[in-house]
Structure formats: C-alpha cells, structure tokens
C-alpha cells in the first residue's frame, strides 16, 4: 500500500484591492487577459490568487461590471463558483444559469461577461492534474468537452457552499503571516481543493460486489490506523486500495456507517485525546493537534468538542490537574 508521495509547493501569490479595471486585469499571474468596464459607476475591484505547483486559487469581484476576454493559465480548466451574482454572467455567448459552475476548458477564450456586483472563487487546475485525479477517483480519463455546456444538477446554495469553502482554503494560504505553509498543509489544502472540484461529477463506476467492497473496508481500516499522523486523501485511499471512489465510500459506510473522511477524522481525534488524557510534561494542545495532522487549530478544537464534549484544553487541564477557572 506504499504510495509515493506528493511535492506541493506554494510558488507565488497576490492580494490587493483596485480602482483601476485595466491594472486588475494585468495582476493576475499566468492570466493573459483584458477587462472592459461596463455599466454605470466608479470600478472598486478586489483579487487575491495562490499558485502552487499543482494548481491555481482564486478570488476575484468587481463593481459595477465587467467584459473580460483573453485566456487562463496554459493547459489548464479553470472552474469558477459564483458567491455573489447581482447581474447576469454570460460565458461564451450563452447566459449562466443561476446554480451553475462556469467551465473554461483548456486553450478557450474565456469570454466572459458579469453584468452587475460579482464575487467569484476559481481554480485553474493543469488538464494532467485533472486527468490523474478523475482517473485514481472516477476511472474516467479526464474531463471532457461535453462538461463545457451540460446543464449541471446542482442547487444554486450548494454552488455558494463550494465558492466558499475555496475562498477559505485561499485565505488560509494567504494570512501565513510572513511564514510559508507547510507542505503537509499544501497538501491538504490541494485534497480539499479536489474534493470541491470532482464532488461536481458525478461517478459513472459501477461499484464491486458486497463481499469484495467487506475486505476493501478491512483494507481500508487498517491502513487509516496505520497513518494517523500523516492522514490520507481520498485520491492516495483510492490509489492505495485499488479503487474508486464509490466503492470505497460504500465499502466505508456499510462496514462503519460512516464515509472515509469522518471515520478518519475520529481515529484522529480519538488519538489527540489519548495523548492528552496521557499527556508528557510538556505537552501542549497545539503539539498533539499537529502531531496528528491537524494543521487548522480553530476547526481542531470544535471539532473535538462535537467529538468528546469538552474542549481539547479542558481534556489537558483534568489530565494534568491544572485549574482553567480565571
């Protein structure tokens, strides 16, 4: 089950607010393309980018509106989810419909038009990224042209849900204050980019039988024991397995009732909880958090307390007979 792993490194990035349309335009790295300002008002525009070796994230909004034209990063499908719409979004000639991801594959002219206030989260992702992924995830090749224009069945809600988690993972990138992340957190944030991604499409595996998806979950669950301190992906879990992702979901939830990353994530706190039950002198929560993967200390501890009901400082005070009352 050894799996060779990733390089993900952090290579360049940009934040800053404009007044001018046509400097905008000009920020963003990689990106060859060129704004025209339409409707009426004075243009106040905001972008912020990460680019990391595997892939791109953004975050782009402008006011009052804009026609863009030009091309993404080469070789790259750029996916984009709108957060804010006030106007209507047209994407080579035809108008976006609400609840509706926009899709530029490699090599278009994004043609572009956003008539109003607009907020948008993207990824650029390489097409031999995406082709490794829908490969080791969906066992399909790579994304193909009939993606471009098929009417996605997805509510506009769920379309703001992803737009959000991308501008979070963007953020987290970004307020680094002056320190570079690691790559164990590149990495997790380059998973979390995947799974908002490829959650649009859906699988067309027909999943293995009942017995054979018995042993994947043993697999499955020994392997997850074993790598608590550097958790999995899904896309490594597939790799290492042998499968897609629908059968390891199914695998997963009938012989746990749960989906791979919620197990994981309870072997993983179970296992901060074990340390800090049985703490070392100078142990701390942060280090036992980290020592288990954890890299984003604010959802560590509330996801712990859903867990166990107290928060993790509380778990170190009564092991350590510390009082936390003021």
Same mark, same amino acid.
């Given at each position: 089950m050894n799996v060779e792993p990733r390089h993900v490194e952090m290579l360049a990035s940009i934040e800053s607010r404009y007044s001018d349309f046509d400097l905008m335009a000009a920020s963003a790295i990689d990106w060859?393309?060129?704004?025209?300002? =339409?409707?009426?008002?004075?243009?106040?525009?905001?972008?912020a980018q990460a680019v990391l070796n595997t892939l791109q994230l953004g975050r782009e909004s402008w006011s009052p509106g804009i026609m863009l034209r030009g091309s993404a990063p080469p070789r790259s499908w750029v996916i984009?989810?709108?957060?804010?719409?006030?106007?209507?979004?047209?994407?080579?000639?035809?108008?976006?419909?609400?609840? *509706?991801?926009?899709?530029?594959?490699?090599?278009?002219?994004?043609?572009?038009?956003a008539n109003g206030r607009t907020d948008l989260a993207?990824?650029? =992702?390489?097409?031999? *990224?995406?082709?490794?992924?829908?490969?080791?995830?969906?066992?399909?090749?790579?994304?193909?042209?009939k993606h471009l224009d098929?009417?996605?069945?997805?509510?506009?809600?769920?379309?703001?849900?992803?737009?959000l988690a991308l501008a979070r993972l963007l953020k987290t990138l970004l307020d680094r204050e002056g320190n570079e992340p690691s790559e164990m957190v590149l990495a997790a944030i380059e998973?979390?980019?995947?799974?908002?991604?490829?959650?649009?499409?859906?699988?067309?595996?027909?999943?293995?039988?009942?017995?054979?998806?018995?042993?994947?979950?043993?697999?499955?669950?020994?392997?997850?024991?074993?790598?608590?301190?550097?958790?999995f992906s899904i896309s490594t879990m597939c790799e290492a397995l042998g499968v897609k992702e629908r059968t390891l979901f199914l695998a997963c939830v009938e012989a746990f009732g749960r989906p791979p990353k919620a197990l994981l994530l309870e072997l993983r706190l179970n296992a901060v909880r074990r340390t800090l039950t049985h703490p070392a002198d100078d142990q701390t929560v942060t280090a036992a958090a980290s020592g288990f993967g954890f890299w984003h200390l604010g959802e560590f501890s509330a996801e712990y307390k859903r867990q166990f009901g107290e928060l993790p400082s509380a778990t170190l005070a009564k092991a350590t007979g510390t009082n936390l009352a003021p």
């Open positions: 060859d393309q060129k704004y025209e300002h =339409i409707n009426r008002g004075k243009f106040a525009g905001r972008m984009a989810f709108p957060i804010v719409a006030d106007g209507s979004l047209h994407l080579r000639g035809r108008e976006v419909a609400a609840g *509706q991801p926009l899709l530029v594959g490699p090599c278009d002219d994004i043609a572009f038009t993207l990824a650029a =992702i390489p097409v031999d *990224q995406i082709e490794r992924w829908m490969q080791i995830r969906r066992g399909e090749p790579g994304l193909d042209r098929r009417p996605w069945k997805i509510a506009e809600r769920e379309i703001v849900r992803r737009g998973d979390r980019v995947v799974d908002v991604v490829l959650g649009m499409v859906p699988s067309t595996e027909v999943a293995e039988p009942l017995h054979r998806r018995a042993r994947v979950a043993l697999r499955l669950r020994d392997m997850l024991i074993g790598s608590l301190e550097t958790p």
